[in-house]
């Protein structure tokens, strides 16, 4: 396998450092739009591995991009670059003859009136419309398979599989106690990304009814995290895992809460309230005469860049999928999960627990399709495979994952 | 009495509609950095009304404003500027030698390094210590005399002479019920300046301790506002009266205390916690490339202007003085206290309540000046002037104060 991974941020470069752990491929070209991030991905592998490349490439730019793929003869385009880029890469990728494999999917777009009832355009819709082309060129698009979305759906088709007879809901929930030391309030992912995706009118998927929206910070619920991490204030957001979960599997409900945990959510809603979550610019005097600016940018600007803090922060990571149905006539409720412990990830990998909890994921899908245990063609989210041979893989890689049996959330 | 009034912002324009119904003065010069506000301010009043002048004027430029009081033969000035503009117009108005009137006096700066513990410069330490040359003057600067500072050091005054024997604890008490229709979030001032007090230290006066500071929204309590307005969460904030009034009268101790209500407790906390408060520039990216901005402009820039939402406004604010002692030989609580209610004072002048409330106790001192009910020399606070002539002018203005007896706190 050749692999063309586009974006050597956070979670590309923790990507390069786990596959180079592992043999199933022969080269992989790592590309980003700033070649200087993509060259100190590649020297930090040291001179010894000879099967990565720097370059530069703006995503941007599809026929950019299939002429890189074609240069190097990759077979398979991953994608570790910000959501807007999705379409561009994926179409790139198709139009090559490559398979694709990205960790978030299209954005959406609120309904037009009814933004916080209805759906507009859903995450994945616009990936979703080209399946026929991928099917027709007999390549795989596999859409959402980082951590959540990713683990998170082989979950779900795991509890289906063989935990359950019958779902009346899947809610994936996600909560971490990690503290950044030194600082009154340092969020240990982006903010600027954060606001959107809390923002954004979360999707609730229900039997019957299919997809709807509700206010932001809807339903909130203490979910009661496990190995020590414990009660967290979780609140409905958009995530790709509602959109995908229902295209392959039978649940009454799929909801997917994000831990925030009050004091963030708090912030957040004060941000709101105040309009200073707003993008579009407002004019402010500067030492340079009146200036336009974003406030969210302001906001992002007062506070520590995360990608900088992973030594100074402590604490572990949670992304897991809770499941209540029957199993056997009786009630079953179970917690699937998977936790990463920020001074491992950084000891092993030098990568920050939530970044190198995403990058794990899609090297393992990466090894399942070299291998062929995963194959298809057509657009499909992870519950579209077999789960088995995924979890035992990423327990292979030295990153167990766990069950909780009974009620706790 | 000729008066030259400098600033024609809210709390200026409001002066100019209240001192129109009055006939104490001669002439009154308005003057703006702005000569459109000026002018509107002026126009406002009508045709009719001569005795007013609009002219421009650069209140940082101390030359200048003494020419202006030359010019115009002008005997007192009435600051209605920003703090930062005191001690210009101050040293004018006794460089020309005419008697001087503000509303909020000059700038504190924190205690280097124990800024939550001690005194550094204090406000109006600048103008205190220029005391011995208005009395070789012979002329009046009488600071602070707005609502607050101002009408609540005539409460106090009054409380001592005449409520009183011994006084445990003054308290200044600011609270109000104002909504501002069709906003989420719309304060009824300035959030700038609003975090600028809120922020900085807060003093507190003790007897045998003298003056000290503590951490910013400390000693947080529930009062009790008269007249429907009802309980509303205060907190310790820096305010003049706290420096004034032991200066005169003796007291226990002497705190004041905002009524800013927790949600906008909760909003102040939650900018300083993400640094949102600063002043100092950030960096951020915008359409004409890396601009600097200070984040506290983008905050304000984000929330509607207050001075333009007096028509959208409804509710009452209420400024008073609450004071806790004895009186022959009995145990005695009072809160003395002025009530606007924004209808009101939209209605009759205009005026959005808080800006009014404001604007009229300076011209009932305005008054008392050119009636010779208030005289002296030097650089007094209002409470070193008579109370009853004060009080009952204030009533005859159409504007009532209240006392309420007992323990409503």
Redesign the interface.
């Known amino acids: 396998m050749r692999v063309l991974l586009v974006g050597a941020g956070g979670v590309g470069t923790a990507i390069t450092r786990i596959a180079a752990r592992r043999s199933f491929f022969e080269h992989m070209v790592v590309a980003d739009y700033d070649p200087a991030r993509a060259e100190s991905a590649v020297a930090y592998l040291g001179e010894d591995e000879r099967r990565f490349t720097a370059t530069r490439l703006d995503a941007s730019d599809a026929a950019g991009v299939g002429a890189a793929l074609a240069e190097y003869r990759c077979d398979v385009l991953m994608n570790a670059t910000d959501p807007r880029f999705v379409l561009p890469l994926f179409e790139a990728a198709l139009a090559q003859g490559a398979h694709y494999v990205d960790m978030a999917m299209s954005l959406s777009r609120p309904h037009p009136s009814r933004p916080y009832q209805e759906c507009g355009v859903k995450l994945g819709d616009a990936q979703f419309e080209r399946a026929e082309e991928w099917v027709a060129a007999d390549r795989l698009a596999l859409v959402g398979m980082g951590v959540e979305p990713g683990l998170s759906d082989v979950f779900a088709r795991y509890a289906a599989d063989e935990l359950f007879d019958e779902i009346e809901e899947i809610g994936i929930r996600d909560g971490a106690d990690l503290v950044v030391d030194g600082y ?2 340092a969020p240990s992912f982006s903010i600027w990304t954060t606001i959107e995706e809390c923002l954004n009118p979360p999707v609730v998927y229900e039997e019957g009814r299919g997809w709807f929206t509700t206010e932001p910070f809807s339903e909130s619920e203490v979910f009661d995290f496990p190995e020590g991490i414990g009660p967290v204030e979780c609140v409905n957001v958009e995530h790709e895992e509602v959109l995908l979960i229902p295209r392959w599997l039978k649940a009454g409900r799929v909801t997917f809460k994000y831990g925030l945990g009050d004091e963030f959510i ?2 957040l809603r ?2 709101h ?4 979550d ?1 993008t579009d ?8 005469g009146q ?5 969210r ?7 520590p860049d995360p990608a900088g803090l992973g030594d100074r922060m402590h604490g572990r990571t949670c992304a897991g999928t809770w499941v209540r149905g029957t199993k056997d006539g009786a009630p079953r409720e179970v917690y699937l999960y998977h936790v990463v412990d920020n001074q491992w990830s950084m000891r092993e990998y030098g990568s920050q627990a939530v970044v190198w909890q995403t990058a794990v994921n899609p090297v393992v899908a990466l090894e399942l399709i070299a291998s062929g245990a995963w194959h298809g063609s057509g657009v499909l989210g992870p519950e579209a495979l077999p789960p088995r041979p995924f979890l035992d893989l990423l327990t292979e890689y030295g990153s167990p994952w766990s069950l909780r049996e009974g009620a706790h959330g």
Chains 1, 2 share one sequence.
């Not at 940018?297 to 506070?303: E, K, Q, R, S, T």
Request: hydrophobic share 55%; net charge neutral; with cysteine.
């Open positions: 009154d309030f708090g912030v004060t941000l309230k105040l309009g200073l707003r610019p407002v004019t402010v005097s500067s030492a340079a200036v336009a600016v974003s406030p940018d302001v906001v992002a600007a007062c506070l």
